[in-house]
């Protein structure tokens, strides 16, 4: 096959891949791929498959690797850091820790797709250095599996693509009021739970997940919500309710069951997660009204000294917070005005006013933000035809791209600010769909959470549609 006219003048850039790069050099010459390729094992165990499917057989090798790896023996490179190095004879890469590694060799892979554009016999690569680390530590998405169950396979397949993306916190929302999808060996009933779509994960399930999300450098941070969204939990456990009669979502906080309960799902779920540093504890958009008419939840009021059931919430919120801490663990809440204990994490999600309210909230020294006026909320349409819930708006790829977290915090910002995390909500999502909501939104997020701020998106979408039409998939 001829080679295309002026080809020694196409080689595929470094900076071609995503998310943007932090640094980059461009030397004289390109790399030569061919049919065989001698590699580091580690590279051929992340790359291996890639290269098959483009007709080069990797050949690992300990000396005389052409695509080498080795820890970075410079300081500069931080946590998550690595530096490519593409000569004439070798592709070297140096990395700060493992995490740093795996986004490496991903990186690379996406470059290899650009190289292989024309085929094994004229896979090229620029010459030069790229070096790249994060701007967030925490680059987030929270998956609802509580209103739509998603099979172990799929949940699997996004904890891939994120690796892919450099995202590296999968917020799992569990239990809500239409379904309780994580095990519990003390309350097995909580199982029969699934009002939207039936399901839950066994023990080998989770043993799976965690380990796809080891491979692909993903901490877990499962969440089990209180004390509101329990509608479905209060009509197995009535007694847990302020009226056993009645039909409320909020349990009782006047009942000492209700925070022993609690614990003990927590206590369950770290056994189950035992790896996991954060566990999400909810908080949010409980109803006061039933604690306000509840004998025993104003009875708790007066016992503790509190002058109302808001502050009776928080107080059930603060206990439930130091029973994580005392076991090594950091919780983190919703956006709440309650201070809870100085290791929680605030997650903020409204509007452009409430980031600048948690920007100065006393709680902990980390926030994570998800929404400013709802730019990470990927439930969200992307299009006037999809379904919705009538307080949504469009939110395009540009909008999620666009979206600055650090805006509206003020000058407390830097070393509160731990980043961003993107939630997908699933009333209206089922699992056929979740692809076409995350995906192409993901990856504009994945860029914001990453690179340094100020991007082109016209420059970002150019380098995703290139990564497209070479053959490069998301999902």
Same mark, same amino acid.
């Given at each position: 096959?001829?080679?295309?006219?002026?080809?020694?003048?196409?080689?595929?850039?470094?900076?071609?891949?995503?998310?943007?790069?932090? /640094?980059?050099?461009?030397?004289?010459?390109?790399?030569?791929?061919?049919?065989?390729?001698?590699?580091?094992?580690?590279?051929?165990?992340?790359?291996?498959?890639? *290269?098959? %499917?483009? =007709?080069?057989?990797? !050949?690992?090798?300990?000396?005389?690797?052409?695509?080498?790896?080795?820890?970075?023996?410079?300081?500069?490179?931080?946590?998550?850091? &690595?530096?490519?190095?593409?000569?004439?004879? #070798?592709?070297?890469?140096?990395?700060?820790?493992?995490?740093?590694?795996?986004?490496?060799?991903?990186?690379?892979?996406?470059?290899?797709?650009?190289?292989?554009?024309?085929?094994?016999?004229?896979?090229?690569?620029?010459?030069?250095?790229?070096?790249?680390?994060?701007?967030?530590?925490?680059?987030?998405?929270?998956?609802?599996?509580?209103?739509?169950?998603?099979?172990?396979?799929?949940?699997?397949?996004?904890?891939?693509?994120?690796?892919?993306?450099?995202?590296?916190?999968?917020?799992?929302?569990?239990?809500?009021?239409?379904?309780?999808?994580? $095990?519990? %060996?003390?309350?097995?009933?909580?199982?029969?739970?699934?009002?939207?779509?039936?399901?839950?994960?066994?023990?080998?399930?989770?043993? /799976?997940?965690?380990?796809?999300?080891?491979?692909?450098?993903?901490?877990? +941070?499962?969440?089990?919500?209180?004390?509101?969204?329990?509608?479905?939990?209060?009509?197995?456990?009535?007694?847990?309710?302020?009226?056993?009669?009645?039909?409320?979502?909020?349990?009782?906080?006047?009942?000492?069951?209700?925070?022993? &309960?609690?614990?003990?799902?927590?206590?369950?779920?770290?056994?189950? &997660?035992?790896?996991?540093?954060?566990?999400?504890?909810?908080?949010?958009?409980?109803?006061?009204?039933?604690?306000?008419?509840?004998?025993?939840?104003?009875?708790?009021?007066?016992?503790?000294?509190?002058?109302?059931?808001?502050?009776?919430?928080?107080?059930?919120?603060?206990?439930?917070?130091?029973?994580? +801490?005392?076991?090594?663990?950091?919780?983190?809440?919703?956006?709440?005005?309650?201070?809870?204990?100085?290791?929680? !994490?605030?997650?903020?999600?409204?509007?452009?006013?409430?980031?600048?309210?948690?920007?100065?909230?006393?709680?902990?020294?980390?926030?994570?933000?998800?929404?400013?006026?709802?730019?990470?909320?990927?439930?969200?349409?992307?299009?006037?035809?999809?379904?919705?819930?009538?307080?949504?708006?469009?939110?395009?790829?540009? =909008?999620?791209?666009?979206?600055?977290?650090?805006?509206?915090?003020?000058?407390?910002?830097? %070393?509160?600010?731990?980043? *961003? #995390?993107?939630? *997908?909500?699933?009333?209206? +999502? $089922? /699992?056929?769909?979740?692809?076409?909501?995350?995906?192409?939104?993901? +990856?504009?997020?994945?860029?914001?959470?990453?690179?340094?701020?100020?991007?082109?998106?016209?420059?970002?979408?150019?380098?995703?549609?290139?990564?497209?039409?070479?053959?490069?998939?998301?999902?």
């Amino acid at each position: 096959m001829a080679r295309p006219a002026h080809y020694e003048t196409i080689a595929p850039a470094l900076t071609g891949g995503i998310p943007r790069c932090v /640094e980059s050099t461009r030397q004289e010459g390109e790399f030569r791929f061919g049919k065989r390729l001698a590699m580091s094992p580690g590279a051929v165990a992340v790359l291996g498959e890639t *290269l098959r %499917k483009f =007709g080069t057989e990797p !050949v690992p090798c300990q000396e005389g690797a052409q695509v080498s790896l080795a820890p970075g023996a410079s300081p500069a490179l931080p946590p998550e850091g &690595f530096r490519l190095e593409v000569t004439p004879r #070798e592709i070297h890469l140096e990395y700060g820790d493992e995490s740093g590694r795996f986004y490496g060799l991903t990186a690379l892979e996406q470059l290899l797709y650009l190289a292989y554009r024309f085929g094994a016999d004229q896979a090229l690569l620029e010459c030069g250095t790229l070096v790249d680390c994060p701007r967030l530590p925490w680059r987030g998405v929270m998956l609802d599996s509580a209103r739509h169950f998603q099979s172990p396979d799929t949940v699997k397949r996004l904890l891939r693509a994120m690796g892919r993306l450099r995202l590296n916190r999968f917020h799992w929302h569990l239990t809500d009021c239409e379904g309780w999808r994580i $095990p519990c %060996k003390g309350a097995p009933e909580l199982a029969q739970l699934g009002t939207l779509q039936e399901g839950g994960y066994t023990l080998q399930d989770i043993q /799976e997940i965690r380990q796809v999300a080891r491979e692909n450098a993903i901490a877990i +941070v499962p969440e089990i919500d209180f004390p509101g969204h329990n509608l479905g939990l209060l009509r197995l456990h009535r007694e847990l309710r302020c009226d056993p009669q009645g039909e409320s979502g909020e349990i009782c906080l006047g009942n000492p069951d209700s925070l022993a &309960f609690a614990k003990a799902r927590f206590q369950e779920a770290m056994e189950l &997660f035992p790896e996991s540093q954060y566990f999400h504890i909810g908080g949010d958009e409980a109803w006061d009204g039933n604690w306000r008419a509840c004998p025993k939840c104003q009875a708790m009021c007066r016992k503790l000294g509190l002058p109302s059931a808001r502050k009776l919430e928080e107080w059930f919120m603060r206990e439930l917070s130091q029973f994580l +801490v005392d076991q090594g663990k950091t919780p983190i809440s919703w956006r709440t005005e309650a201070i809870l204990t100085p290791r929680n !994490v605030l997650q903020c999600w409204g509007n452009a006013n409430d980031m600048g309210a948690c920007a100065w909230h006393d709680q902990g020294e980390n926030q994570v933000i998800s929404s400013i006026d709802n730019a990470y909320y990927l439930d969200y349409p992307q299009a006037s035809e999809e379904p919705r819930f009538c307080w949504m708006v469009n939110l395009s790829e540009e =909008g999620v791209y666009s979206a600055n977290p650090a805006a509206h915090m003020g000058e407390k910002l830097g %070393k509160r600010l731990l980043g *961003l #995390e993107c939630p *997908l909500w699933t009333e209206l +999502v $089922p /699992e056929w769909r979740l692809g076409a909501k995350l995906f192409p939104r993901l +990856v504009a997020a994945a860029e914001s959470a990453w690179s340094p701020w100020g991007g082109s998106f016209g420059d970002y979408r150019s380098r995703r549609c290139a990564l497209e039409l070479a053959g490069y998939a998301w999902w």
